[in-house]
């Protein structure tokens, strides 16, 4: 049986795309509604077949008992304002956003009649949109809940049923922690990413026609879509500043040690390195 009558979700790209797939597929609710700003999303989203689609925000939430905001973190409050007056009272919001701190503070702008559970599945790729979306996207992925303490159980409960069910493994914190979390292991490496493929651009050496599968592992998540990064790297910025600057800090160890041709120094931070990577591969 369906767990919510009718699931809205309002920013359609490659998540939200991929959430209404994935609770087509499992069942979640007795219908599925969305919006997306772009008129070409909104087609690709006709063509899934899945969900009634809107070109108006406010409209799409009508009805709906979930509302799942997957816009990007610097619009999120303008997101909230939008769907504000088409939300039935005690529908359910929660989001997508990587940065939960700012993603709380723009929530201030729901009705008090509707209550908010901050979620992040860290769940997407490099390539955009909802052309993209895949119903298995959050299958085995870590999904972060910024529960206040606030919020109505019941209301919790419903969000954290939704996310299981989408297939991701939950994981509590709340929001401060989340996005020093977040900015360790998402926001500093695509920032480095970036940095690193200027850095091997500007380089007299390079060659695009030459270019192995190392700088394209090192680098990939660098071609993502740079507006959407923006913003997360602006809300994130402390943590995401506090990173670059232990990028710097490391880089000049190396860059150190290759100056001085100082052998042991090079490989005791290769080896460093190499086991950290090593790690990350073993099960918790």
């Known amino acids: 049986m369906a767990q919510f009558k009718r699931i809205a979700v309002v920013g359609a790209g490659l998540i939200g795309g991929s959430i209404l797939l994935a609770a087509a597929r499992r069942g979640l609710a007795g219908s599925l509604a969305c919006w997306s700003r772009s008129e070409k999303s909104r087609g690709t989203l006709r063509d899934f077949g899945v969900a009634e689609v809107f070109d108006d925000a406010a409209a799409c ?12 973190v610097d619009t999120a409050e303008e997101t909230f304002r939008a769907i504000a007056p088409g939300l039935s009272p005690g529908a359910i919001v929660t989001d997508a ?40 996207l959050f299958e085995g992925r870590v999904c972060f809940l910024t529960p206040t303490g606030s919020e109505d159980p019941k209301a919790l409960a419903a969000v954290r049923l939704f996310w299981q069910e989408l297939g991701s493994v939950l994981h509590e914190t709340d929001a401060a922690k989340h996005d020093e979390i977040v900015a360790a292991i998402s926001h500093v490496p695509h920032a480095a990413a970036s940095a690193l493929m200027l850095a091997v651009m500007d380089q007299p050496g390079f060659r695009r026609f030459a270019v192995g599968a190392g700088l394209r592992d090192t680098t990939r998540v660098a ?7 923006v913003g997360i790297m602006l809300a994130n910025a402390r943590h995401t500043a506090d990173g670059l600057r232990a990028l710097e800090r490391r880089a000049a160890e190396l860059r150190a040690a290759v100056e001085a ?5 090079l ?13 990350l591969d073993r099960s918790e």
């Open 223 to 229: 071609a993502g879509e740079e507006n959407l990064w």
């Open 61 to 72: 939430v009508r009805g709906a008992d979930l509302v799942v905001v997957t816009t990007p």
């Open 97 to 136: 956003g990587s940065v939960k701190g700012a993603i709380l503070l723009a929530a201030r702008r729901l009705p008090a009649a509707n209550p908010f559970v901050g979620a992040h599945p860290m769940a997407g790729g490099e390539k955009a949109g909802a052309a993209h979306a895949a119903a298995s």
């Open 261 to 265: 041709a100082d052998a042991p120094a």
């Open 267 to 279: 490989r005791r931070l290769l080896a460093e390195a190499r086991v950290a990577r090593q790690n």
